[in-house]
């Protein structure tokens, strides 16, 4: 399968979201935030990135705009995962460029989902 990061501060929701990722096969790298995040694509860049708004130091949008800014990552799909049900936001971060947008809580089928499709978008397996 895929190898995943998650770049997600509550430990809590990184380990549920590590535990369903896992149990569906894929290899999973964590962050709990930013900089970690960005340090890990350089040591083992993931096949996706699953992307929380609200962190540390940098939110999600400033995240995923230097993501889509290097050409090392622009590629990588990124499933947007937040709290935060606001429509400009999802509007926002489809601008900026990503493969998805979870709304916290959401089901893990959905999660799954969400994952296939970004990953069938880009001729992952």
Request: glycine letters at 6%; aromatic letters at 4%; zero cysteines.
């Given at each position: 399968?895929?190898?995943?990061?998650?770049?997600?501060?509550?430990?809590?929701?990184?380990?549920?979201?590590?535990?369903?990722?896992?149990?569906?096969?894929?290899?999973v790298q964590t962050a709990q935030d930013p900089e970690e995040g960005l340090r890990s694509l350089i040591d083992t860049p993931p096949d996706l990135i699953l992307l929380d708004l609200d962190l540390p130091y940098l939110n999600g949008f400033e995240v995923l705009a230097a993501l889509r800014s290097d050409p090392a990552s622009q590629k990588i799909p990124v499933?947007?995962?937040?709290?935060?049900?606001?429509?400009?936001?999802?509007?926002?971060?489809?601008?900026?460029?990503?493969?998805?947008f979870l709304t916290k809580p959401f089901k893990s089928e959905h999660l799954i989902q969400a994952i296939t499709k970004a990953l069938g978008a880009r001729g992952e397996k």
């Amino acid at each position: 399968m895929a190898t995943i990061l998650v770049i997600e501060d509550n430990l809590a929701f990184r380990d549920l979201l590590r535990l369903h990722l896992r149990q569906a096969g894929h290899a999973v790298q964590t962050a709990q935030d930013p900089e970690e995040g960005l340090r890990s694509l350089i040591d083992t860049p993931p096949d996706l990135i699953l992307l929380d708004l609200d962190l540390p130091y940098l939110n999600g949008f400033e995240v995923l705009a230097a993501l889509r800014s290097d050409p090392a990552s622009q590629k990588i799909p990124v499933i947007i995962v937040t709290g935060h049900a606001e429509e400009d936001l999802h509007e926002r971060a489809r601008t900026i460029g990503i493969e998805g947008f979870l709304t916290k809580p959401f089901k893990s089928e959905h999660l799954i989902q969400a994952i296939t499709k970004a990953l069938g978008a880009r001729g992952e397996k």
